[in-house]
C-alpha cells in the first residue's frame, strides 16, 4: 500500500470524480469507461477508500463553508423579523425561537467537541 495521500492512477482520479458526481456507482465507471466490478473493487482499496473519502470531505467542507456565510445574514434576517412590530407575532415568536433554538445547539455541540477531544486525549494517554 502506498502512503497516506498518494497520488492514484489517472484512471482511478476520474473514477474518484465520477463518484462524486454521478448519482449510482453504476454511471460512475460508465463515465469513466470501467466495468462495474471494477469499480467495486477500486472501492475496497485502502488509497482509493482514503481519495475518495477526501474529496467528499472537501465537498462537505466547502459547503459548510457557504452555510457559514450565509449564517451571518441567516441572523440578521432572524433578528430584523423577530425586532419587526410591523411582523406578526407569531412570525417574531418563531424567529426569536429559531434564534434560542440555534443557539442552545451550538452550545450543545461545542460542549460535545470539548467531550470528545477529552475523551480521545484520555484514550491516546492510555496507549502510551
Known sequence: ???????????????????????????????????????????????????????KRRIVDQAIARLRKATSEAVSTLSDIMTDDGKPASSRVSAAKIILESAVKSVELDDLGYRI?????????RRH
Open 117 to 125: 477531544e477529552n475523551l480521545e486525549r484520555e484514550i491516546e494517554e
Open 1 to 55: 500500500m502506498k502512503g497516506h495521500g498518494a497520488k492514484l492512477p489517472r484512471k482511478k482520479q476520474e473514477a474518484v470524480a465520477a463518484l462524486i458526481e454521478a448519482p449510482t456507482i453504476k454511471e460512475a465507471a460508465e463515465v469513466v469507461g470501467i466495468g462495474q466490478a471494477t469499480l467495486f473493487r477500486w472501492l475496497q482499496e485502502d488509497d482509493f477508500k482514503i481519495s475518495y473519502r477526501q474529496a
